[in-house]
């Protein structure tokens, strides 16, 4: 028998006030959530890093950005597919980030030497992926074992829903945004916007198995101020730089909000800088939201300002850990 589900899935909220919350400290042990950051930092991401959305990186024109304190270039040829090099020239060091695309290749705004998507002696393209949703690059020479094929990515809908990708900059390290992540405890406390009714139904054990290592919350997603949206959700680390919520149970089970870390360089100042790109994958099996993916171009930019905005308490977080990390 098929499940019955509500035709609208709002629930009107019934919030505390912000200091008659429950407190979760006791629960957000900081050996448990050490452990979980540990074993994450374990998983290798076979040199992979997210260099930004795959709609970032457009037709026609180049894409720069530092990732692992490597200046790169990233650029579509004729068919689309992504090719990522070197962002400096190597005649004479121009930077490549603002280069034209002509039938494929860079061309160099200084002297006009193009660059083909196979490179040439002392510029060679490096290993790029495009998933869809991100566009990736691996980075050989960054001491994390073994190369591999292709980015490890955790659960989507075999659809790709309705996706959105944002970015935050913060002066903290990838290990730090992790870790933020890996605290489920602090949701309605710093996000009390958003979130509501926040429970952890269970949390991985220290010494916990493989199967074990996943966080599973129960929260109310806010709508407005007065009606929200309870889900089921699992948190899981794919690899030491990405940790993956998926809606298990609940209106829009399927979807998924990847965060993934990556280091950019040390700004002025010294602090290392770690770009966070989220994306949102959203999907629904209700007839409606072949609708929603129809306004895909208006709502995208919506989903882009609501991360932003819990980033906005989130970075903060993740710095001041870096900060009392560096301290010690």
């Known amino acids: 028998m098929k499940e019955h589900r509500p035709v609208n899935p709002l629930r009107r909220l019934q919030r505390p006030r912000w200091a008659e919350q429950q407190p ?63 962002g400096a020239c190597p005649h004479l060091g121009a930077a490549l980030c603002d280069a034209p695309v002509h039938d494929g290749r860079l061309v160099c705004r200084w002297h006009g030497l193009a660059l083909e998507p196979g490179g040439r002696p002392g510029w060679r393209t490096l290993p790029a992926h495009d998933d869809g949703v991100l566009a990736w690059v691996r980075l050989d020479d960054t001491a994390e074992g073994p190369p591999a094929d292709a980015p490890v990515l955790g659960p989507r809908p075999a659809d790709q829903g309705l996706a959105a990708v944002a970015t935050v900059i913060g002066r903290c390290e990838p290990e730090d945004v992790i870790a933020n992540r890996l605290d489920p405890w602090h949701g309605a406390w710093l996000h009390p916007y958003s979130f509501t009714a926040l429970e952890v139904l269970s949390a991985p ?124």
């Open 24 to 86: 979760t400290w006791a629960d957000a042990k900081p050996a448990l959530i050490g452990a979980a950051l540990q074993r994450a930092r374990e998983r290798s991401p076979g040199g992979w890093f997210v260099l930004a959305a795959s709609r970032e990186v457009r037709p026609g024109r180049a894409f720069g950005r530092v990732v692992a304190g490597q200046e790169l270039v990233a650029w579509r040829d004729g068919t689309g597919a992504l090719h990522v090099g070197p």
């Open 205 to 328: 054990p220290i010494d916990c198995t493989a199967a074990e290592d996943r966080f599973l919350i129960e929260v109310t997603f806010a709508v407005g101020t007065r009606f929200g949206v309870p889900v089921r959700a699992e948190f899981s680390c794919p690899d030491a730089r990405t940790i993956t919520m998926q809606i298990v149970d609940g209106e829009g089970t399927g979807s998924v909000v990847e965060t993934h870390a990556t280091p950019l360089r040390p700004g002025p100042d010294g602090v290392p800088r770690t770009a966070v790109i989220e994306a949102v994958v959203a999907h629904s099996d209700r007839p409606g939201f072949g609708y929603t993916r129809r306004a895909a171009g208006a709502l995208r930019p919506l989903i882009g300002m609501a991360a932003r905005r819990l980033w906005r308490d989130d970075i903060a977080y993740a710095e001041r850990r870096y900060e009392l990390r560096a301290r010690s």
